[in-house]
């Protein structure tokens, strides 16, 4: 629409200079610090993971599983990053509360300034810790977690791109499954009854399921790779949870 239009000398560098950037493979999210997830953009850096469609595949299992919008709901957000997961499931659901954790406080710190452009900072609590470590007697409706999940043996063969995101965020150093068993472990100690864990995997797969919490629902994407686990609650007192 705008084929005409002679560009401004500081444009004409500032586009040259986001091309050398690129030439050197750095991510296009992090060259215009935006990236479109779900309904909204979230603004991008190299303090988080640049948010995936893959991790999409969260949002639409929570929906399917709570169809209810208007249900005063508990969520947590476990490995929040740039906070896409929480601050999306907040503009899903206007009367649920999330707590969304973080091991990185640079990642928290991002994730604060995308829930306070989206309007929903005075609802999702941002805390700083590893895994569960930050909540303490709370019961959750749902556990939602994209964690690091690329075992050690597969980073050599990523992609360039890669190499500009945080490392903490993508790979365990092990076989992958590392941080999900730890999930699978400890997540019914803060799961309501009948509550779920809903975590993003990869090429690593999905943990064992226990006697406690039990794997409902394997979510393929287009291609038919594995990509989320669907695990319940199925053995809690329920007198244990108020």
Request: net charge negative.
């Amino acid at each position: 629409m705008q084929m005409d239009d002679l560009l401004a000398a500081s444009q004409i560098v500032t586009f040259e200079a986001m091309v050398v950037r690129r030439c050197q493979r750095e991510p296009l999210a992090y060259i215009v610090g935006q990236r479109a997830f779900w309904n909204h953009s979230f603004h991008t850096d190299p303090r988080a993971l640049i948010p995936r469609p893959e991790t999409e595949h969260l949002i639409e299992a929570v929906l399917a599983h709570f169809p209810n919008h208007d249900q005063a709901l508990q969520f947590c957000d476990v490995a929040t990053g740039s906070g896409c997961i929480a601050i999306s499931l907040a503009l899903e659901y206007p009367q649920a509360r999330l707590v969304a954790t973080d091991l990185s406080p640079a990642a928290l710190a991002l994730a604060r300034e995308n829930a306070e452009l989206l309007g929903v900072a005075a609802r999702v609590d941002l805390r700083c810790g590893d895994l569960f470590a930050p909540l303490t007697g709370e019961y959750f409706d749902a556990i939602i977690s994209n964690p690091p999940y690329v075992a050690a043996q597969e980073m050599a063969a990523l992609a360039p791109e890669l190499a500009f995101e945080p490392q903490m965020a993508l790979t365990d150093h092990d076989d992958g499954l590392t941080l999900l068993r730890r999930l699978l472990a400890d997540a019914g100690d803060y799961l309501k009854p009948g509550g779920y864990l809903m975590v993003e995997t990869g090429s690593c797969g999905l943990p064992q399921p226990s006697a406690s919490i039990q794997l409902v629902e394997a979510i393929h994407d287009l291609a038919g790779l594995q990509r989320v686990g669907v695990y319940r609650l199925v053995n809690r007192n329920v007198s244990d949870c108020f």
